[in-house]
C-alpha cells in the first residue's frame, strides 16, 4: 500500500431529519469520508451502529423513539462500542446543553444547527485527531 493510501474514516449519522443526513452526506463525502450508515431513530441507530463499528458516529439529542442521550449511554455501556468517538449534532444551542454534553456526559465534541461545512469537517478533523491511533506502532 502506498504512503498516501491511508483509510476513509467511517462515519454512521443519526439524525431524524432525512435532509439534515443527505447534508451530512454531501459535506463528510466531499471531505473523503465515507458515511457508512445513518438512521432517523435512536432503535435504529443502534443497530447500526453495532452492525459498522464506524470510527466516529455523528448523533441528535432529538429524535421519535429514544433520545441521543440515551444512544450514547447504550454506547458507553457496551464494550464493543464505548470506545466509539461521538460528536452530538443538535439544535439544543443552550450553553448548559453544551456544558451537560462536553463536561458531565463527555461527549468528544458538540456542534449546534445550524452549522456550516467547515465547522463541521473542523470538529471531526478535531476528534479524530485526538482518537488516532500512536503512528509508532507495529509494522
Known sequence: MAEGDRRKIRIVCI???QDMIDLIRLIV?????E???????GVEGIEVIRREKPDLVLLDLMMPDIDGWEVYQQMKADP???NI????VTARAQHV??????HIARVDDYLTKPFGPSELIA???RVM???APNPSGPE
Open 97 to 102: 446543553d453544551r456544558i451537560l454534553g462536553l
Open 35 to 41: 458515511l457508512v450508515g445513518w438512521a432517523t431513530g
Open 80 to 82: 464493543e462500542l464505548r
Open 29 to 33: 463525502t466531499r471531505r473523503g469520508y
Open 129 to 131: 485527531s485526538r482518537s
Open 123 to 125: 470538529s471531526i478533523e
Open 85 to 88: 468517538p461521538v460528536i452530538v
Open 15 to 17: 439524525e431524524d431529519d
